[in-house]
């Protein structure tokens, strides 16, 4: 479901509203840490992002290489946007495929960064 809704959204067929909602009702999978959070890259210029995925299948293709494997959870879009996801975090979701989508902070916080919005907004 969410495959085809990030293909829609690419395409102008989708607005970020409704891409939002599928997700929040989407599994999301992520490589585990230590200690309770999420694994967040620092790509400079303030910008920061995790990586997530709707399958478990794209999780391990994406981690195929690392030793002995990787651990992983799973839980709600809704929760990874409400609970989860630290202030100032953009998602990198599904990073290997073709539905592949970046969602910057400012359009899944828009108050947070001055309510940037993409153009098929």
Aim: charged fraction near 15%; avoid cysteine; aromatic fraction near 10%.
């Amino acid at each position: 479901m969410f495959a085809s809704a990030a293909a829609g959204f690419r395409s102008g067929q989708v607005r970020l509203p409704v891409l939002l909602t599928v997700l929040r009702v989407t599994t999301i999978y992520a490589r585990r840490p230590a200690r309770p959070g999420l694994f967040v890259s620092d790509v400079g210029a303030d910008k920061r992002w995790t990586f997530v995925f709707t399958t478990l299948d794209g999780l391990a293709q994406h981690y195929i290489g690392e030793p002995g494997g990787v651990d992983y959870f799973s839980t709600t879009g809704a929760d990874l946007l409400d609970n989860l996801l630290p202030e100032g975090v953009g998602l990198l979701i599904d990073p290997d495929d073709d539905h592949a989508l970046s969602l910057p902070v400012a359009w899944l916080h828009p108050a947070s960064d001055g309510g940037g919005m993409p153009p098929s907004s």
